[in-house]
């Protein structure tokens, strides 16, 4: 596709539950991040990938959140028995992951999925 | 300490004005700086980035950085209602850290006819 693509868009869950979300990048794009923003909030770094290998997964808040990427492509954010304070907008973002001189990396952003957790 | 701090805001200007926005780090190791635009309900999207001490400039934007007390700024000339937004600092990690993209709280810019 020409941007990068999120599903599900909103996702309304009951707290105990599993859910998955899972990003689709740009064609291309070798970087791959995982962002939450919770509301009114800036955005929280929780992993992200090099291929298919995660050099960074400081960002995880729980042993409940998983993240895998196959193939250098599609990116699936696991999160097991949701609690109420998971409510936020999973934001995924790729790259090129391109260096010229001191180093650019243009993330492009996804719109989102909304999770709430009742 | 928050590894990227900027002033919440909200920063209120008149429209024609300049807006200056401000970001500090603590990485000292960190070699690029991005400004991110947020609208409502919106994902963010690159302003400008900026690697080498000193000014850089683009249209109405200008990105200001000073590594030695690891500052970063982002001036917006001509200031219009249309950029009313939340804008994010982003920087990148030292060391083997390069690939992380840790961003700030974001300050929310109000532009008033």
């Known amino acids: 596709g020409a941007g990068v693509s999120q599903s599900p868009s909103n996702k309304v869950t009951e707290k105990g539950k599993d859910v998955e979300l899972r990003c689709d990048p740009i064609s291309g794009h070798t970087a791959l991040y995982w962002y939450r923003q919770s509301l009114g909030q800036g955005l929280e770094f929780l992993i992200y990938f090099q291929g298919n290998s995660a050099p960074d997964k400081s960002g995880l808040p729980s042993d409940r959140f998983s993240a895998e990427r196959t193939g250098g492509s599609v990116s699936t954010l696991t999160i097991q028995r949701t609690q109420q304070e998971d409510s936020a907008v999973y934001l995924c973002?790729?790259?090129?992951?391109?260096?010229?001189?001191?180093?650019?990396?243009?993330?492009?952003f996804g719109e989102g999925s909304r999770l709430t957790v009742l | 300490q928050k590894e990227v701090e900027q002033n919440s805001g909200p920063l209120s200007v008149p429209e024609g004005a300049i807006a200056s926005l401000n970001c500090t780090y603590s990485?000292?190791?960190?070699?690029?700086f991005f400004w991110y635009r947020q609208y409502s309900g919106k994902s963010p999207e690159l302003i400008m980035f900026i690697y080498s001490n000193g000014d850089k400039e683009d249209g109405r934007f200008t990105a200001q950085l000073n590594k030695a007390s690891q500052y970063v700024s982002l001036l917006i000339r001509d200031s219009q209602p249309s950029d009313s937004a939340t804008y994010l600092c982003a920087v990148t990690g030292g060391g083997t850290s390069y690939g992380k993209l840790t961003f700030g709280q974001g300050t929310i810019l109000t532009v008033h006819p």
């Open positions: 973002a790729s790259s090129l992951a391109k260096w010229t001189g001191g180093g650019y990396r243009e993330l492009f």
């Open positions: 990485d000292r190791g960190s070699q690029s």
